[in-house]
């Protein structure tokens, strides 16, 4: 029996998801599946995720800069971003993913065009009023310390320290867990620590599958029952439970 879930981070926008992507959209509902957050991280990537949003009703846009492009782009494409996300922000439910991965990093100077870029962002975020979906990746500490001023901040795709967690959770932040949890015991020490009312459950499909190849929407549903053991409760309160929060969050 389906559990209703919104998977609160996806990119059904990549072309992963060319040959199908329709269908895949068909096979979350058929899950259980009542809302799919697409990110978008580029000028194309956030046209898509407008696309899809405009197409389906079920599906919502968040439009970002992802942390790659703000290490390698040029000012020229990081600003014609920032001009789209203002320009389309009563459209989106959120701003991001954006933020820093400094698993990439390789010099001081990259993390710097990265911080740069993530900073215009957060500004964007606060001047619209919209919840900020961050990526921080090895990064999770110097992600908090520039969002502070963020009403509502999605840490997308938590993967850092329990102690970590809980100062974002101390500022009223959300964490949102990836289906990596199915078979990570770091995110399943994660799951067990991070209150339910904090928390939100997403597939980053393509990426990070439970099973075999390529994620997608309709997997969200492995990670409930991994998530309802970790904690010891129904399943059902945790899907209703991630579902509020991901309505609370992302106002939907």
Same mark, same amino acid.
């Given at each position: ?30 899950? =259980? ?8 991280? +580029? ?5 898509? +995720? ?19 492009? =703000? ?18 922000? =009563? ?17 001081? @100077? ?52 329990? @102690? ?89």
């Amino acid at each position: 029996m389906p559990y209703p879930i919104i998977d609160s981070h996806c990119h059904l926008d990549f072309p992963k998801f060319n040959r199908d992507r329709e269908e895949t959209i068909l096979r979350a509902r058929g899950a =259980g599946v009542v809302g799919m957050i697409n990110s978008g991280i +580029s000028l194309k990537g956030n046209r898509m +995720s407008l696309e899809l949003a405009e197409q389906h009703d079920d599906i919502y846009a968040t439009l970002g800069l992802s942390p790659d492009i =703000g290490r390698e782009g040029e000012d020229k494409e990081i600003d014609a971003i920032l001009a789209q996300i203002e320009a389309n922000a =009563g459209k989106a439910v959120g701003i991001g993913e954006a933020g820093l991965d400094f698993q990439d990093c390789k010099i001081n @100077e990259e993390r710097e065009r990265q911080t740069a870029a993530f900073k215009k962002v957060i500004e964007l975020a606060k001047e619209l009023d919209k919840p900020l979906v961050v990526h921080a990746r090895l990064a999770e500490a110097e992600v908090l310390k520039l969002v502070r001023s963020v009403d509502t901040v999605i840490y997308h795709c938590y993967s850092g320290s329990v @102690e970590t967690m809980r100062e974002i959770l101390d500022m009223g932040y959300y964490i949102s867990l990836a289906t990596l949890v199915c078979f990570s015991k770091h995110h399943q020490i994660l799951a067990e620590a991070v209150p339910l009312e904090s928390l939100l459950l997403e597939t980053d499909s393509p990426f990070l599958s439970p099973r075999k190849g390529r994620n997608e929407p309709a997997f969200i549903v492995d990670s409930i029952p991994v998530v309802a053991q970790l904690k010891n409760m129904d399943p059902a309160e945790i899907a209703k439970s991630a579902t509020k929060n991901a309505r609370r969050a992302f106002n939907i």
